[in-house]
């Protein structure tokens, strides 16, 4: 039997598919309701934000960087950290479904397939965000870096990487979710896909997160994080109707 919440949600589902503006309507739901949910139990916020503070705690008492240490491998370091700890996070994006059989639910409501998928991206994308900013100010800390000296602009970096990072790893989500191995073969399939992602945020948000000006090919780089971003968002919203469905 369908849990309260849960059938409350779907009642609300049903409604947001109903008008002119369904399709947002219904994003704007489900998003809504993950983060609801994530904001009660704060499972996965809690682990992943743990998990990224003693990875830049340990990196920081293992090596001692100075400075110019720092400047070489602040961006290495700080991707590093946002992926593995973002897995924890997309692991949960469809496996906090699978009791009481609502994800079943969900695909069976009259919620598109694309809105379902880009609503549970869009709250993926909110929480990997909350994460990395925390994430940036204990780095700022450890490291003595002025990383708000260029805030718009690394905030801005920081956005485009996340949001490849979550629009891949939710679609590989839900593909893995009825995986007994899901919390291992997600990052398997993710981090191949996000190479290209990974070292263009990397290169940027290096001298960004120092306070530093980026250099004039950085453009390139930047360039490289949006293409990535429309291109995917788009491919992943045509398969989402087969990840969902199977």
């Not at 906090?96 to 079943?104: F, I, K």
């Amino acid at each position: 039997m369908t849990a309260p919440v849960q059938t409350g949600t779907g009642t609300r589902l049903r409604r947001a598919a109903a008008g002119p503006a369904s399709f947002l309507r219904a994003t704007l739901a489900i998003a809504a309701k993950d983060l609801r949910s994530e904001f009660r139990t704060k499972e996965a916020l809690n682990a992943s934000l743990a998990f990224s503070v003693v990875i830049l705690l340990l990196f920081s008492f293992a090596f001692d960087p100075t400075v110019e240490q720092t400047r070489a491998l602040a961006g290495g370091l700080l991707w590093l950290v946002f992926a593995f700890a973002g897995a924890l996070i997309l692991n949960r994006s469809f496996a906090r479904e699978l009791p009481n059989d609502c994800l079943d639910a969900l695909v069976a409501s009259p919620v598109p397939a694309p809105a379902l998928y880009l609503g549970k991206t869009l709250g993926n994308w909110v929480l990997l965000m909350l994460v990395e900013l925390a994430s940036l100010a204990v780095f700022g800390i450890f490291y003595n870096a002025a990383w708000t000296r260029r805030l718009g602009a690394l905030v801005g970096v920081v956005a485009l990487g996340t949001w490849a990072l979550s629009v891949v790893g939710t679609l590989f989500s839900a593909l893995t979710v009825n995986l007994r191995l899901r919390e291992l073969m997600l990052p398997l399939l993710v981090y191949p896909v996000l190479i290209p992602v990974l070292l263009g945020a990397i290169q940027l948000s290096g001298p960004l997160a120092m306070g530093e000006p980026l250099a004039e090919e950085a453009g390139a780089w930047l360039r490289l994080l949006v293409g990535f971003d429309v291109i995917f968002t788009a491919l992943a919203l045509a398969l989402s109707e087969s990840a969902l469905v199977g």
